[in-house]
């Protein structure tokens, strides 16, 4: 079965950082694809970093990037999220998700989601 859980939620004060994690079990493929989203109450979940394994492409909004780091540990399977110097407006769910692929086919899978609350 495989399972995502992401842990690094929490307050923090404007201008702060916090590393969210994402470990991925029960694949033994690496990771194709690796992407943080969130979602703010109210709103859409919004695509924040991706990072493609095969060749380090990565991809973010406009909103975060140079704030914002996406970084993997293949061999494990895991992978981060550096957020820095934080704003109020980055307060959501983020949400981690993994792609796998195999040949012509792929899965996806999410995790649970953790708080991130940014607020003096």
């Known amino acids: 079965q495989v399972k995502l859980v992401e842990s690094g939620g929490g307050l923090v004060q404007p201008g702060g950082s916090l590393r969210l994690s994402c470990v991925a079990s029960?694949?033994?493929?690496?990771?194709?694809?690796m992407t943080w989203y969130r979602q703010a109450p109210g709103e859409e979940r919004e695509l924040v970093a991706q990072?493609?394994?095969?060749?380090?492409?990565?991809n973010y909004a406009d909103s975060v990037k140079g704030r914002f780091t996406i970084s993997t540990d293949n061999t494990k399977n895991t992978w981060y999220l550096q957020m820095n110097s934080l704003k109020p407006e980055d307060t959501a769910v983020y949400y981690c998700?993994?792609?796998?692929?195999?040949?012509?086919?792929?899965?996806?899978?999410w995790g649970q989601g953790t708080q991130v609350t940014v607020s003096s």
């Open positions: 990072l493609t394994s095969v060749d380090g492409n990565t």
């Open positions: 998700n993994g792609q796998w692929r195999l040949f012509s086919r792929s899965w996806d899978y």
């Open positions: 029960g694949f033994t493929l690496r990771v194709y694809r």
